[in-house]
């Protein structure tokens, strides 16, 4: 009989813990969660590629998250996740889409058409540091919402004008490359297009 009320009290005491326990978390407004991310661009190197892709950018990023809750306007628990992000970019034109024009009597290879460079960024998020707690759960909703924002931030970053610029001038490199054997025809090279300049050709 004594037993039986040292394991109804044992019973109870736990029932009356977790009673309190969800008490407490209900006193959480989870409208009132706060997040913000700091970013820091850790490398940014550009190598020329003499071919459709005429340059590639690769940079590394990182980016930490301080996720929390507040209760009565006080920040009362917080957690921390830091990503590390990948950004290949590349700057390519498609040659098939450049229009020529041979004048054999002035010696003369007019382009006529040129395409527009193509920009495409690709980053990649990978999670470094993941501060989670027994109070303060990091969802998979969250760790998506995270990720998604760092590759938007990363995305961002990336100065599309400057890469357009470095990347004509180097199309202007590889155009030279491929007239090399009008030149020593004595063929002169004139663009139509006003996007090259004057700059070699």
């Not at 039986?4 to 209900?26: P, Y």
Request: charged share 25%; proline share 1%.
């Amino acid at each position: 009989m004594k037993n039986n009320k040292v394991i109804i009290s044992f019973l109870a005491g736990i029932l009356i813990m977790v009673l309190l326990f969800f008490s407490f978390r209900s006193c959480f407004n989870v409208s009132n969660k706060t997040e913000k991310s700091d970013y820091y661009i850790l490398t940014n190197q550009i190598s020329k590629m003499n071919k459709m892709v005429v340059l590639e950018q690769n940079s590394s990023s990182m980016q930490k998250t301080k996720m929390g809750y507040e209760f009565f306007g006080k920040e009362v628990t917080s957690n921390n996740i830091i990503t590390y992000t990948q950004t290949t970019t590349q700057v390519s034109y498609d040659l098939n889409k450049m229009k020529i024009e041979v004048d054999s009597i002035h010696k003369k290879l007019i382009i006529t058409e040129l395409p527009d460079a193509e920009i495409k960024i690709n980053p990649s998020v990978e999670i470094q540091s993941l501060d989670d707690s027994f109070f303060n759960r990091i969802s998979e909703k969250d760790i998506k919402n995270v990720t998604h924002k760092a590759k938007e931030t990363a995305i961002q970053s990336i100065d599309q004008n400057r890469l357009r610029t470095e990347g004509r001038k180097q199309l202007i490199e590889n155009l030279n490359t491929i007239f090399v054997l009008a030149k020593a025809l004595n063929y002169t090279i004139e663009d139509q297009t006003g996007k090259l300049g004057i700059l070699g050709l």
